[in-house]
DNA sequence: TTAGAGTCCGACCGATCGGTCGCTATAGTC
DNA sequence: GACTATAGCGACCGATCGGTCGGACTCTAA
C-alpha cells in the first residue's frame, strides 16, 4: 500500500518512532514498550517499525539514548559555556530543578533518563543495562567535575568531599522525582532549590 | 495429579507464592511479573497458583503488601518503642541504611518497596498505584511525625521546616538505593550516614 | 535508463500472556 | 461415614508478544 519513502521522509519516520518510544516508555517503562502498541499509534504496522531498528532491543537503546540526549540539552548543554565550577554548578542544578518539574511533553511519565535507572539496576548485565549505567556515571563525572574545580578554586569549602556532595545532590533530585511524579507535590522544585542552596552555600 | 492439601499447606503455598513474586518483582517489577514463569519456578500449575489471587493485580498487590511489611520490620517496627523524637528518628535512619544495604535475600533486585513508587509514579490510577501511593505516604507521615516531635522538643533548630527535612531525607536514600543497585558502590551506606548526621545534626 | 538499495506492508510464525473451566481428590464438618 | 468445601491440575481460550519473510514500490546512483 504505502511505497518506499525518500531518505529524508524515511529520518522523519524513525524521529516519530523514537519521539513516540520515549514518551510511551516514560510511563510503561523500556520494557513496558511494544512494538504492536507503538505502531498502532503511529498508523505503521509493526515490520515497517521494526526494520528501522531491527530488535526491540536496538528500539530501547535508540529511546535511552533520545531521553539521554534531551536531559542533556535541558540540563548541561545551556551551561557548557559558563565558567566551570560552582557559577556553572549553580547553573546547571537550577536547570535540573526546572526541568524535571516542566518536561511534560516529550516524557508524560516523568523524566526516562532517571526512572530507566531504577527499571534496570536490578536487571542482569546487556546492553540496555550498561548504557544506563554508563550515561548515569558520565552524568555523575559532569557534577564531580564542577565539584572539584570549585573545590580546588575555594568556591566550596576544602573540607568538602566531592563524591559526598554529588551523592547528596544527586538524592535531592531524585526525592524531587518521586514527589512530583507520585504525589503531583507542586512545592518539591522550591524544596529541591533550598536543598541545593544549602548544599553549595546559598 | 496432586489433590487438595490441608488449610495448613494451603497458606504454607500461598506464603511460599508471595515471597517469590516480591523476589521476583523487586528483579523484574510489579508489571513484570508474570503467571506462568512464577507456577513454573514453584513447580505448580498457572490456575492452582492464580487460584490463590484470583487476578494477576490482587497478586501485584499481596506481593506489594508483603514489601511494604518486610521494609516496616526492618526499619520502623525496631524503633516502635524508643522515645518519640530525634532517638527514634535516628534509630530509624540508621536501620533504614543497613536494610537498603543488606536486604538481599527477600529483594534480590533491591527493595521493592522503593523501586514500585518509581514503576506506577506515571502510571494511571488504579488499585497498584493507589496502593503505592498510599504506603508512601503513611511511610513519609512516619517520619514527619518524629521530626515534628523533635523539633517541638529543641532536639532540631527550631527553624527547621519539617516536610523539607522529610523530603531531603528521602532524597538520601533514594540516592543509596541508587549507588548500591546501579553501581554497587559499597560506599553508599557510609555516604548515607553522614548525609544523615548532617541532617539531623551529627 | 536502468539496476540496486531501501522503506514499508501484510501475512504469518511459535511462544507466551492473563485467565477460564471441568475435574479429582482429600480435609474438614456434621 | 456421608457431605461439602476447596486446593490444585491439565486442557484450553483469545489476545498479544517479538520477530521473519516476500513482495510492492520508489527513490537514488550509475
Not at 10 to 15: G, H, K, N, S
Not at 144 to 150: E, F, G, M
Request: charged share 25%; glycine share 8%.
Amino acid at each position: 500500500m504505502s511505497p518506499r519513502k525518500s531518505a529524508a521522509e524515511a529520518r522523519r519516520t524513525r524521529e516519530r518512532i523514537i519521539e513516540r518510544s520515549v514518551a510511551m516508555a516514560s510511563v510503561e517503562g523500556l520494557e513496558g514498550l511494544t512494538i504492536g502498541r507503538l505502531a498502532g499509534e503511529l498508523g505503521m504496522s509493526k515490520s515497517g517499525l521494526l526494520g528501522h531498528f531491527g530488535t526491540k532491543e536496538e528500539l530501547q537503546l535508540a529511546a535511552l539514548r533520545r531521553a539521554s540526549a534531551v536531559f542533556s540539552r535541558a540540563v548541561w548543554e545551556p551551561a557548557r559555556d559558563l565558567p566551570p565550577g560552582l557559577v556553572r554548578l549553580r547553573a546547571v542544578c537550577e536547570a535540573w530543578a526546572t526541568y524535571l518539574d516542566r518536561e511534560r511533553d516529550t516524557f508524560p511519565g516523568g523524566c526516562l533518563f532517571t526512572t530507566s535507572a531504577v527499571e534496570f539496576d536490578a536487571r542482569g548485565p546487556g546492553p540496555v543495562r550498561d548504557a544506563v549505567a554508563r550515561l548515569h556515571r558520565t552524568w555523575q563525572h559532569r557534577l564531580l567535575a564542577d565539584i572539584r574545580t570549585a573545590v580546588a578554586a575555594g568556591e566550596l569549602p576544602a573540607a568538602t568531599d566531592p563524591e559526598q556532595l554529588a551523592f547528596e545532590l544527586n538524592g535531592v533530585y531524585l526525592s524531587l522525582n518521586h514527589a512530583v511524579q507520585l504525589f503531583g507535590d507542586r512545592t518539591a522544585p522550591d524544596r529541591t532549590r533550598r536543598a541545593v542552596a544549602r548544599l553549595l552555600g546559598g
